[in-house]
C-alpha cells in the first residue's frame, strides 16, 4: 500500500508563509511598498527568490511598480495549498505570483511577478556543472568547494544587493544596471565550464583557488549572512566590497593572467603544473590548522 505524504515546505519558506499572511491581513485595504515582501523574506533568510511588479501594457514600456494595494478579503489565502506554494518557490524563470490575486495597483496593468534571484540560478548552476568534472569526482574535497563557490556567490549577491537599491523590484536587464554587478563574471566561469571552454587543469587551480580562499570567503558570507536587510552598514561595505570585488576579479581572470606569453596550450599546462602543487599545499595547511582547532574545541566541549 503506498503512502501519499503531504507536500511540506522547507522551513525558511514555511515561516515566510506565516509571516506573509500576517502582514497582509495587517495591511488589509491599504497600500504598502512593494520592496516589503522582498525584506521580509530576506528576514527569513530567504536570498533566492523575490517578487517585482510592472505597470503597462507593452513588453518594451513596462515601468516597475513601487506600491501595491492589499486586497479587503484575504480569506483565499489561508486556502492556497502547499503544492501551490512549492511551485511559488520553485520556478525557473519569472512567473506570475499567486499573491497577484490579492495584491493590485492604482495605476492600470499592473502584473506581480516571482523570479529566482542572481544567486539562485547561479547557485544551481554550480550544483550541476561542478560535480560533472573529472576534478570534482576525483577529490574528496568536492563537496567543499562546491560550497564555497556558492558562499563567493551569495557574497556576491549580498553586495549587488546593498550597492544597487531595489535591485530585484526594478528587475533590469543587466546591461543597464551601472556599476556593473559582481555576480555574473562568477556565473558565466560556471558556464564556461558547462561549455567545455576550460581545461582539467584549469578547472584543478580553480578549485585549488576556492580551497586557498575558502577561509576568507566563509567568514565574509557568515558577516553578511547576519544581517537580514538589504542594506549592509556602511562600515562592513567599507571594509568587504573592495575584498569581494578582488576576489570576483581573481577567479574569472586568472585563465586570461596566468602568463600573458604563454601562448600555446603546452607552456599553459606547465605555468599551472608549478602553480597547482604550491597553492594546494597552503591550502591543504590551512584546512589541517583548521581541523586540529575544531578537534580541540570537540574534545572540550566533551
Known amino acids: 500500500m503506498a503512502i501519499f505524504r503531504k507536500p511540506t515546505l522547507a522551513e525558511p519558506f514555511e515561516n515566510f508563509v506565516a509571516a506573509l499572511i500576517s502582514r497582509l491581513n495587517q495591511k488589509s485595504g491599504e497600500s504598502m511598498p512593494l520592496c516589503s515582501l522582498n525584506e521580509l523574506a530576506r528576514s527569513q533568510s530567504i536570498y533566492t527568490y523575490a517578487y517585482f511588479g510592472t505597470l503597462g501594457f507593452q513588453k518594451e514600456n513596462l515601468k516597475p511598480a513601487e506600491e501595491v494595494l492589499v486586497a479587503k478579503e484575504l480569506r483565499g489565502l489561508k486556502e492556497i495549498t502547499q503544492k501551490e506554494w512549492q511551485a511559488e518557490f520553485s520556478a525557473s524563470n519569472p512567473k506570475k505570483s499567486l499573491l497577484a490575486a490579492y495584491l493590485s495597483s492604482k495605476d492600470r496593468y499592473f502584473n506581480l511577478y516571482v523570479t529566482p534571484t542572481n544567486f539562485k540560478i547561479a547557485a544551481k548552476l554550480a550544483e550541476d556543472i561542478l560535480p560533472e568534472t573529472k576534478v570534482y569526482q576525483k577529490d574528496e574535497a ?161
Open 142 to 302: 568536492g563537496p567543499f568547494v562546491l560550497d564555497t563557490m556558492k558562499e563567493l556567490l551569495y557574497c556576491t549577491y549580498r553586495l549587488d544587493l546593498a550597492l544597487h537599491p531595489k535591485l530585484e523590484e526594478n528587475h533590469l536587464a543587466e546591461a543597464k544596471i551601472a556599476p556593473e554587478l559582481t555576480l555574473p563574471p562568477v556565473r558565466a566561469l560556471l558556464l564556461a565550464i558547462e561549455n567545455q571552454q576550460m581545461g582539467e587543469l584549469e578547472i584543478q587551480y580553480l578549485f585549488t583557488w576556492l580551497l586557498q580562499y575558502s577561509a576568507t570567503i566563509t567568514a565574509t558570507s557568515t558577516l553578511y549572512a547576519s544581517y537580514s536587510q538589504a542594506d549592509l552598514p556602511s562600515e562592513v561595505l567599507e571594509k568587504t566590497a573592495p575584498l569581494v570585488k578582488k576576489l570576483v576579479t581573481e577567479i574569472t581572470t586568472f585563465p586570461q593572467t596566468l602568463d600573458t606569453n604563454a601562448t600555446d596550450s603546452l607552456q599553459i599546462s606547465n605555468q599551472l603544473l608549478t602553480q597547482i602543487p604550491e597553492l594546494f599545499a597552503e591550502a591543504q595547511g590551512k584546512m589541517a590548522t583548521l581541523n586540529a582547532k575544531l578537534k580541540d574545541g570537540n574534545q572540550e566541549d566533551s
